[in-house]
C-alpha cells in the first residue's frame, strides 16, 4: 500500500510545473489541498504514521525556497556543463537546474550515464575542484525530513534555507 502512496504523490509532485526562476514557486492551494488530502486518507489507512503525517503536514504548508536563485540561462547551462564534466570525469553533462544560495550551489544535471544526480557545490563550480556530494533518486512527501537531514549531514555547511529547499523540491514540487 505505501508504494501505491508513493506513486500517488510522485504523481501530484509532477503535475506541479515550476518555470526556472527567481524562486521556486509555491505549492498551490489546489496542490496543497490534494496532498492534504492524500495525508488525512494514508493515515487513516495506517499507511503513514501520526509523526509521518505531521511532518508531512508541516512540509506542505511550508515554502523554504524564497530567496533560492533558480536562474540559469543558456550561457550558464553550457559553463556549468564543461566544468562539471571536467570535475567529475564525465565525457559529457547537461545541465538542468541549478538552486544558488550565498555561494551554495546544487546542479541538477543528466550525466548520461546514470540516474540525473543533484550535484552539490560549496562554492561556483568553477572555483570547485569536486562536488561534496551528489544525490539522486525519487522521494516522497514522507521522506522529506529525511533528505534535509541527509542533506545537512553529507553537505557540511550548506545553509538551512538550502537544504529545506531543495528537500520540499524533490519531494513537494517537483518537475
Known amino acids: ?77 553550457i559553463a556549468f ?21 550565498n555561494n551554495w550551489h546544487i546542479i541538477y544535471i543528466d550525466n548520461h550515464v546514470s540516474d540525473e544526480p543533484y550535484m552539490f557545490y560549496s562554492s561556483n563550480p568553477v572555483s570547485s575542484k569536486r562536488a561534496i556530494t551528489s544525490w539522486s533518486g525519487v522521494a516522497t512527501i514522507f521522506e522529506t525530513t529525511e533528505i534535509e537531514e541527509w542533506v545537512l549531514k553529507n553537505a557540511h555547511g550548506i545553509p538551512r534555507q538550502l537544504a529545506s529547499c531543495f528537500a520540499w523540491y524533490v519531494t513537494l514540487n517537483s518537475n
Open 81 to 101: 556543463g564543461s566544468i562539471i564534466a571536467k570535475l567529475e570525469k564525465y565525457n559529457q553533462v547537461e545541465v538542468l537546474g541549478v538552486f544558488r544560495y
Open 1 to 77: 500500500m505505501k508504494s501505491l502512496f508513493s506513486c500517488i504523490f510522485l504523481s501530484i509532485a509532477t503535475s506541479v510545473f515550476a518555470m526556472p526562476q527567481l524562486d521556486e514557486t509555491p505549492l498551490t492551494n489546489e496542490a496543497k489541498s490534494r496532498f492534504k488530502d492524500t495525508l488525512r486518507e494514508a493515515l487513516r489507512n495506517k499507511d503513514i504514521t501520526r509523526k509521518q503525517y505531521f511532518e508531512s503536514i508541516s512540509w506542505v504548508g511550508k515554502y523554504p525556497c524564497k530567496g533560492i536563485d533558480r536562474r540559469l540561462s543558456k550561457e550558464q547551462k
